[in-house]
């Protein structure tokens, strides 16, 4: 068995562990986000769409992640577009591109020509096998995100708090929505190969689920979401190289575990304050 030194000697884990860093702070800023103006349902139907440019790029023989980086952008600005000019119900208009986007990676995966080896990677994940290519992606990502919450975070969290008052104040918040549902779109599927298309979306709540239990700032629960992201990412990456087991599920399996713990501490110092 090899020992932690010996682990980070390998080319392929330390791409790994920089992932698992890099998921964690773009998934735990912009979690934050997600679930702070309660667009869980839409983030979830990008997720979904995108398997649409995935089908796509394996039919016509390009880069899988570029054709679900086109989908889940292209489906994010459609559900906000629908919804705000054509007066479709959000609920409506998610489940629309999210049912389109995935018959439509089927329709391509099954008229592809021979088998599709890398597909189970992109549906179930496998950090292990993130290239430096997609590692350079997360990394200019997350730059991006660090760069639009440092210049206009005053601006997004009027919004995220309360849209109206933020539209009555002059704020583009049209303008806002469309950055911010594209940004949201990009971190979704350039973690689709750390977590897979089935499971990203946890990664965007539940370290956000266990934050919330000990604040409601809104800086500290995306410094507190980053936290409990490393915490589950990290962990789960050793334990599933360990164990010999899928890496995307344990991962998230040891965020909700996290989640738990905290839950209960949370609740055992409840009742201890109570008896006192």
């Known amino acids: 068995m090899l020992d932690l030194l010996e682990l980070t000697d390998l080319t392929f884990f330390r791409n790994a562990l920089l992932t698992a860093l890099f998921a964690s702070i773009s998934g735990g800023i912009i979690g934050t986000y997600v679930v702070t103006r309660r667009i869980v349902f839409i983030s979830g139907g990008i997720t979904h769409a995108s398997f649409g440019g995935i089908g796509l790029a394996f039919f016509l023989g390009f880069n899988p992640l570029l054709?679900?980086?086109?989908?889940?952008?292209?489906?994010?600005?459609?559900?906000?577009?629908?919804?705000?000019?054509?007066?479709?119900?959000?609920?409506?208009?998610?489940?629309?591109?999210?049912?389109?986007?995935?018959?439509?990676?089927?329709?391509?995966?099954?008229?592809?020509?021979?088998?599709?080896?890398?597909?189970?990677?992109?549906?179930?994940?496998?950090?292990?096998?993130?290239?430096?290519?997609?590692?350079?992606?997360?990394?200019?990502?997350?730059?991006?995100?660090?760069?639009?919450?440092?210049?206009?975070?005053?601006?997004?969290?009027?919004?995220?708090?309360?849209?109206?008052?933020?539209?009555?104040?002059?704020?583009?918040?049209?303008?806002?929505?469309?950055?911010?549902?594209?940004?949201?779109?990009?971190?979704?599927?350039?973690?689709?190969?750390?977590?897979?298309?089935?499971?990203?979306l946890a990664l965007l709540t539940v370290p956000?689920?266990?934050?919330?239990?000990?604040?409601?700032?809104?800086?500290?629960l995306m410094i507190y979401s980053v936290l409990f992201g490393l915490a589950g990412t990290f962990s789960g990456l050793f334990i599933s190289f360990y164990l010999n087991i899928p890496s995307g599920a344990t991962i998230i399996f040891t965020l909700v575990f996290i989640f738990g713990i905290s839950r209960m501490l949370k609740w055992i110092r409840w009742k201890s304050l109570q008896v006192s």
């Not at 956000?208 to 500290?220: E, P, V």
């Open 208 to 220: 956000q689920a266990a934050a919330n239990l000990f604040t409601r700032d809104y800086k500290r």
């Open 67 to 200: 054709g679900a980086i086109l989908f889940a952008i292209f489906s994010a600005l459609g559900i906000q577009f629908f919804s705000h000019r054509f007066q479709v119900r959000e609920d409506s208009s998610i489940a629309i591109w999210w049912a389109m986007g995935m018959a439509l990676g089927i329709i391509f995966v099954y008229l592809t020509p021979g088998y599709t080896p890398n597909l189970m990677s992109y549906l179930f994940g496998n950090i292990l096998t993130v290239t430096h290519q997609e590692l350079r992606l997360m990394l200019g990502l997350l730059l991006l995100i660090l760069l639009v919450f440092r210049f206009f975070y005053r601006r997004i969290l009027y919004i995220s708090f309360d849209e109206e008052f933020a539209r009555i104040s002059g704020l583009r918040v049209s303008l806002y929505n469309y950055g911010m549902i594209m940004l949201v779109a990009l971190v979704v599927v350039l973690n689709i190969r750390a977590v897979g298309i089935i499971l990203v």
